[in-house]
């Protein structure tokens, strides 16, 4: 909020042939000489209006706030900046507070469903979301018992990191409705912070992803190619375009997004994080794209409610796209074909952008570059995932040093 001090008796924006006064040597206003010369405002917000309360002074330095008014502007800047108690705390429940920052949210609909049924179930479910808002204010221990509760509930540890964002956020939500004086979460003491998972992640071999294409349908087969050799993601692979491809390389410029699940609308959007890229085509993927059938599909751009946009896409026929779940079920039964026992949430077509990470790390591909054609916004985060494909053998290091220093 904005705190200012103006000189009453002169102009802010003097014109350069202006008289000046004799006493301050500056272009003297029709308040010259009249009242007090200083005047602090500021803003406060009531009631969703802006008012600006003013206060005269005679004195601008010096150190008491009721006679000066750099004094006083410290005074009300320190006033407004500090959290203060609600003069009458609303009472309201964890569940209420936690649906009114649900619908304020402003995400896809297929994230919104995720993020519905995640808070749902483990923010605002029975007992927990019957507590009042108030009450994880002034006992933070109520949030340290909710978070050792997600832990033996089996949750995985990311999980449980999310939720506590989540928590955090709804409760920060809460402060600015004016429920509780301060979010508890960030910085408390009392409140563990769960540790990331660390998982080590394991690519496709060469014999696994032959495997699968053999017991894939011939239509599925650009999934295994394109996630693969370009890393791209499922919702990229199916809005994939033979537009997209120029020269060597290839513009991801869309995904296929489910909006809707009830309803089956499918939608157009930009990729993850709502950024395009540029991904070097190898040749032997441009050539398998290039002799693939297409379809023109037309669809909604970002919602279901939204302009149409029309496309030529590999993953389609008859003018219609064709179902992720038809695919999830395929791709089931192929690893099961080819003998790979699933890991739950690890074998499934995320795993093919591993594949591809790992193949360009191992022929030394910077983590840089990397992360540019994997979309990801962070290169230290492509780091943290993918540098155990970085670690050399104990040959690579003797040959490291040993061409580096002289004989001596």
Partial sequence: MAVVVYDRWHKSRPKPDEPKCKEHKLVPSKAHGQGERWQVRWDVWIDGKRHQPKRNFSHKVG?????????????IQTELNAPSEPESPQIMRLRDIGQEWLNSRNIAESSMRTLTSRVTNHILCDGFGDLEAFDLYEDPNLIQQWLKGLGA???AQTTQRELRANLSSILKFAFHKKVIPANPVPHNPLISTPKPDRKTIVPYTPEQLADISANLRQHYHPVVKAGSEAGLRIGEIWGLSPDDIVEDDLHIRRQVRENNKHKGGMVFALPKGRKTRTVPLPHSLKSFLLGLPTTTVTLPWDKV???PVTVRVFMGRNGRLRSYSALSLAWDTALAKAGIVRVPYEDKYHKLRHTYASRLLRRGVDIRSLALY?????????LSRYCHFMIGTGDDVRRAIDGDVPDV
Avoid: M, N, Y
């Fill in 63 to 75: 150190k008491d706030p009721e006679k000066h008014a750099d004094a006083f502007v410290i005074q």
């Fill in 153 to 155: 509930k089996g949750l």
């Fill in 305 to 307: 409610s939204g302009p």
């Fill in 374 to 382: 994997l979309g990801h916004d962070d290169p230290a985060f492509t």
